[in-house]
C-alpha cells in the first residue's frame, strides 16, 4: 500500500511504498521520509564488510550497512550498551579505514532469539 508525503520543502504531494526511507521528492529533489528530513551530509552507500570492532574490553563481530564519506552504519552481533559520545577504534582494511569514531546513535534490535546492535559512527 502506498502513503502519501507531504514535502518539507516544496509542500507538493507524492507517494511511496516505503514511508520510512529516506528518498528524494520528485518534484524538488530534497531527501525526506515519514520521519523527516535526511540530514545527511554526504551520501550513503550501501556495503556490507565484515569487522571486528573493539566495544569496552571486548571484541565482537560487526558489519558495515553502509558506508559515507564522514561516517557508517554498523550492526553488531549480540546486545551492547555503547552511549553516544564514545570514542571507538575502527579498523575495516577492505575498506581502507583505520579511524577513530565516534557514536552518534545506537538501537537495539531483538530477532526471536537473537540480538543485533545497530550503531552510526561518525569518523574522526
Not at 507524492?14 to 530534497?30: D, K, N, R
Not at 573493539?54 to 560487526?62: F, G, K, Q, R, Y
Not at 575502527?90 to 530477532?111: C, H, N, R, T
Request: hydrophobic share 35%; aromatic share 8%.
Amino acid at each position: 500500500m502506498a502513503e502519501e508525503l507531504v514535502c518539507p520543502k516544496c509542500n507538493k504531494e507524492s507517494f511511496t511504498a516505503a514511508p520510512y526511507t529516506y528518498l528524494p521528492c520528485p518534484h524538488c529533489g530534497q531527501s525526506f521520509s515519514l520521519t523527516g528530513v535526511d540530514k545527511r551530509i554526504y551520501p550513503r552507500v550501501h556495503r556490507e564488510v565484515s569487522f571486528p570492532l573493539n566495544l569496552n574490553s571486548e571484541v565482537a563481530p560487526a558489519k558495515t550497512i553502509d558506508i559515507s564519506r564522514g561516517g557508517m552504519g554498523v550492526a553488531v552481533a549480540g546486545a551492547y550498551a555503547v552511549p553516544t559520545g564514545k570514542i571507538l577504534n575502527v579498523y575495516v582494511p577492505e575498506l581502507g579505514i583505520d579511524s577513530k569514531a565516534e557514536v552518534v546513535w545506537q538501537k537495539l534490535l531483538q530477532k526471536d532469539t537473537r540480538s543485533e546492535t545497530r550503531m552510526g559512527l561518525k569518523l574522526l
